[in-house]
């Protein structure tokens, strides 16, 4: 046997969950140490959120370079020399992961690059291909993550991708077919239509972001993505693939009716399971939920007791924010804060084009949880920066409750709506009312004024609409 090497706070992941419970572990006095088998900065970083809008970005500049006749400007010959925008976009997430890196180092915590597995309920032996070696913990945070669902019908290959895959090909697919039409397959199809790709998208249900979004929401993103010439079949079910020798063929059904398509690649972005089977969290009987999620209280704590868990291994959206409130909590509790969650303001955000973004309440739940709300909107169209930016497509949808005004929700369709949310989750944390929002001076020309504006229409006086 080997020396177990003892630590207070061990965290397993060094995702966004890991790595900032980490930090605000060590910032309250732990002494901490993280388990990581991959990359630090785990799915959000490396396969993510990060390179994902890289390549989003790279998708709109080219896109925008060659289509802004509106404005007066032709373009001739612009090119995109993908082998340097993936270049691009792993220079950016390495500088993340460095930086990550460097913040850990700077806080003091070890790194440990293995496999965790639990032993009891104070130890885990680390695994290597090479070595194991036991770390014994007072507490312990699971942030383990998630993983690509596989449809059995849909086996990963070369060119049967998943987000993993489409973040890193060689070339812009000529075709591309992307069953799902959840949040990660519009974003990634999104990119590579702007690209040139020819897209498909097959979905399931009635619409695509069905989730968490309204049809007025999800109509802009649709009649964008038809623009670039995408093709959108909603209640189709996929199934099965076959390759051929440059591509594969899908076959899908709607309404019973079976049709056949050509493409390149086929992106299967259908959900995400929790990286919860192989963490041996049978030795100490931690509980979870029937699709594998591990079950947590308002302190981010397992069943037992010494045990927490964060991220996308828990119950919620499957988003990095998430994760890393969690995060803050779990160590914030384990240095004997009386921190809880309280997800009212957290927000979700889709890089569509346009943005959609939503916190809090929408319409329809406040009416689900018998909240007497009103709904108040103003288009991107009636706001000068909107215009002068061409980007006029959208609008913002404030949800505040009839008695008092108190802002309890809002929803975005528009150019910087994911940055544009954030004064509403302000408003929301801080307990505000439309009128403490219309009576800030919000500087002209700028979008932020469409959030005035929204609360001058709850407030029924908007001056640039009637
Ligand atoms: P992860 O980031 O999954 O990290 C878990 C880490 O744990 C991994 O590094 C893994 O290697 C490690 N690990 C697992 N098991 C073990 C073990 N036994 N021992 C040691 N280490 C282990 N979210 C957003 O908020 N905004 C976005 O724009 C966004 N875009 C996305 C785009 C794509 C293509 C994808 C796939 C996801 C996106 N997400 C986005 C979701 C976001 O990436 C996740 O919600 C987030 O990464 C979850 O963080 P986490 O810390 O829980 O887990």
Redesign the pocket.
């Known amino acids: 046997g080997d020396f177990p090497i003892e630590t207070d706070t061990l965290v ?9 419970a980490a930090i605000r572990a060590a910032q309250l006095g732990q002494k901490v140490t993280v ?19 890289a390549l989003i970005a790279a998708g709109h500049r080219f896109h925008e370079a060659k289509h802004s006749e509106d404005m007066g400007i032709t373009a001739e010959n612009v090119k995109l020399d993908f082998s340097k925008v993936q270049a691009f976009k792993s220079s950016v997430v390495n500088k993340l992961t460095g930086g990550v890196s460097g913040l850990l180092k700077g806080n003091k915590i070890e790194v440990v690059s ?4 639990f032993v009891d309920e104070n130890n885990v032996r ?1 695994m290597t291909e090479t070595s194991a070696q036991t770390y014994t913990f007072k507490n312990a945070i699971i ?6 669902i596989e449809l059995p019908t849909f086996k990963y290959s070369k060119r049967v991708i998943n ?2 895959g ?2 890193s090909l060689e070339e812009v697919p000529a075709s591309l077919v992307v069953i799902g039409g959840g ?2 397959g519009i ?2 199809g999104g990119a590579y239509a702007n690209m040139g790709t020819k897209l498909t998208i097959l979905e399931g249900t009635e619409d695509i972001l069905s989730g968490g979004y309204e049809k007025q929401m999800t109509a802009l993103v649709k009649k964008n993505l038809k623009k670039h010439g995408a093709e959108i079949v909603t209640k189709a079910l996929a199934k099965g693939v076959e390759e051929t020798e440059n591509g594969v063929v899908v076959t899908y059904e709607v309404n019973g009716q079976e049709s056949k398509i050509e493409a390149d690649y086929v992106l299967v ?1 259908v959900g ?1 399971r929790p ?1 919860t089977d ?2 041996g969290l049978e030795q100490v009987g931690i509980k979870l939920t029937e699709r594998g999620l591990i079950e947590i209280d308002k302190q981010c704590r397992t069943n037992v007791k010494n045990i927490y868990a ?4 828990v119950s919620g ?8 409130y969690e ?1 803050k909590i779990a160590a914030e509790v384990i240095a004997g804060e009386a921190s809880e969650i309280d997800y009212l303001g957290i927000p ?2 889709v ?1 569509s084009e346009p943005e959609l973004a939503t916190v809090g309440h929408t319409e329809q739940s406040a009416k689900e949880e018998g909240l007497d709300a009103k709904a108040s909107k103003f288009p991107f169209a009636a706001n000068g920066r909107a215009l002068s930016l061409n980007n006029t497509d959208g609008f913002m949808k404030l949800i505040t409750r009839k008695e008092d005004g108190l802002v309890i929700g809002a929803q975005i369709a528009g150019p910087s709506a994911s940055d544009m949310i954030a004064e509403l989750g302000l408003a929301i944390e801080a307990g505000m009312t439309a009128e403490d929002i219309a009576m800030t001076i919000h500087a002209h020309p700028s979008l932020g004024e469409i959030t005035m504006e929204a609360a001058e229409v709850a407030l029924g006086m908007p001056i640039h609409i009637v």
């Open positions: 397993i992941g060094a995702g966004p969950g890991g790595y900032v388990v990581e088998k991959g990359t630090v900065g785990g799915v959000c970083l490396n396969v993510g959120c990060i390179p994902s809008k293995g496999e965790a597995y680390v942030a383990t993550g998630s993983t690509p987000s993993t489409a973040l949040v990660i974003e990634l972005t995400r990286n192989e963490l964060i991220g996308d291994v959206p499957q988003l990095a924010h998430k994760a890393s995060g979700a955000v890089f």
